[in-house]
Every structure is written in structure tokens, then in C-alpha cells.
């Protein structure tokens, strides 16, 4: 095996007029070559950061240089989720309906403080503190709004992280099936599935402390 300086590795024995024609390599390294050099984002956005994911496509960031400038407008062609914006309660179900949508291999980009943890909004009775409570999140950007440099750069991060996967270890190859996200529920508030067994136990638990106060007899003053 030699590299591009043509320096041979141990137990690979090219012959020298074939080392300009053949390279030695691994099958994880040419699989997510292929897939980091053409990464569909779902065309997509929730507020102010989603002007700033249009410009990082525009001429002056270029984001074709990457291969990512292909923004699919059906979950069922992208493989990459880039949440830029605000999430509010109201949103959050159709995002999780749309990441499951979405086949694998598949990411998700957290862009901006709101998607990240709730940016100044964090407080407010309508919003949703990171979209990493309901989602799997690949990368965080920081910012607000984060600049399009910021953006491509969390873009190249998670071209570093694909570069690293490998198709033994991956989640869309294993037996085992993925399931779905529960489809958060939006009544008086916003409800998680997955959290049904523990709002149950501790409606119970408050139930039985608030019986347990009433039977107990009133004391009387002297």
C-alpha cells in the first residue's frame, strides 16, 4: 500500500509500474467518502438562521464546493436535518415527524442557540429548550444567528464525523430494527411519549400524598 508521498505500508506489495494505477484502500473509507461528498440537507427553516443557511448557498459561501447544495423539499430524499431557528412547542411534532421520515443514514445540525438549548427564548412558556429533547442532534453551532463561515464549518465537522463511522458499527447495518420517535403531543402542554411512565408514576404519587392528607384528622387548637 503507498500514499500519496508513495511510501509503501507493511504486507502490501505493489509492484512499481503499477503504483501510479492502483491504490490500496479500505471499503469504510470509500463508502463514507461517498456519502460525505453528497449530503442532501431537507430545504427547510424555522426563523432568522434559515436566512443565514440561504446565503451559505449562494455564490459568496458556495456550499456546492462541498457537495451538500442539492436541498431536497421532501424529507424522503435528504439525509440531513440542518434545525435553524426557534423550536416552539407547536413545531416540534411535525420536526419529529419529519426527521422520521427521513431515510437512513441520516443527521441532524443544531443551528443556533434557539435549536441548541433555547437561545434567549430558553424561558418562554411556548418554546422548546434545545431540539436535542426530542431529536438526535450530530452538531451544535453556536451562535445568533451563526454567520454562513459557522455553518460551513459545522458542515466540514460533520463531514470529519462521517469520516470516521464505520459500517460495522453504524445503526442503519445492525439486526436490530429502529424504531420511530414518539410524536410529541401538544394539549395544555407538551408531552414526550417516552416520559408516559414516569408523568404516570408521579401523578400517582402526588394522588396518594394528597389522599394521605386528607384522611389524616384535623388537630384542633386549644
Known amino acids: 500500500m503507498s500514499d500519496s508521498n508513495g511510501i509503501q505500508s507493511p504486507g502490501y506489495e505493489i509492484p512499481p509500474e503499477l503504483q501510479s494505477q492502483v491504490t490500496v484502500t479500505t471499503l469504510d473509507r470509500i463508502y463514507n467518502w461517498g456519502r460525505r461528498s453528497s449530503i442532501w440537507p431537507m430545504m427547510f427553516g424555522l426563523a432568522c438562521c434559515a436566512i443565514e443557511m440561504i446565503c451559505t448557498a449562494a455564490s459568496?459561501?458556495?456550499?456546492?464546493?462541498?457537495?451538500?447544495?442539492?436541498?431536497?423539499?421532501?424529507?424522503?430524499?435528504?439525509?440531513?436535518?440542518?434545525?435553524?431557528?426557534?423550536?416552539?412547542?407547536?413545531?416540534?411534532?411535525?420536526?419529529?415527524?419529519?426527521?422520521?421520515?427521513?431515510?437512513?443514514?441520516?443527521?441532524?445540525?443544531?443551528?443556533?442557540?434557539?435549536?441548541?438549548?433555547?437561545?434567549?427564548?430558553?424561558?418562554g412558556y411556548n418554546v422548546v429548550s434545545g431540539v436535542d429533547q426530542f431529536v438526535p442532534v450530530d452538531v451544535y453551532i453556536p451562535g445568533c444567528p451563526p454567520t454562513p463561515q459557522a455553518l460551513l464549518h459545522g458542515l466540514i465537522t460533520l463531514q470529519k464525523k462521517i469520516d470516521r463511522e464505520s459500517i460495522k458499527s453504524v445503526r442503519w447495518y445492525r439486526k436490530e430494527a429502529i424504531d420511530a420517535i414518539p410524536i410529541p403531543v401538544l394539549g395544555p402542554d407538551l408531552m414526550d411519549p417516552r416520559e408516559y411512565d414516569r408523568i404516570k408514576q408521579y401523578a400517582q404519587e402526588k394522588l396518594a400524598k394528597q389522599e394521605s392528607a386528607e384522611s389524616e384528622p384535623a388537630v384542633e387548637e386549644a
Open 60 to 123: 459568496r459561501y458556495d456550499l456546492a464546493r462541498f457537495g451538500m447544495e442539492v436541498m431536497r423539499a421532501s424529507p424522503r430524499q435528504a439525509d440531513l436535518m440542518i434545525v435553524s431557528g426557534t423550536v416552539t412547542k407547536k413545531m416540534i411534532p411535525t420536526i419529529v415527524r419529519l426527521y422520521n421520515q427521513m431515510p437512513e443514514p441520516k443527521y441532524v445540525i443544531a443551528m443556533g442557540a434557539c435549536a441548541s438549548g433555547g437561545g434567549p427564548f430558553k424561558e
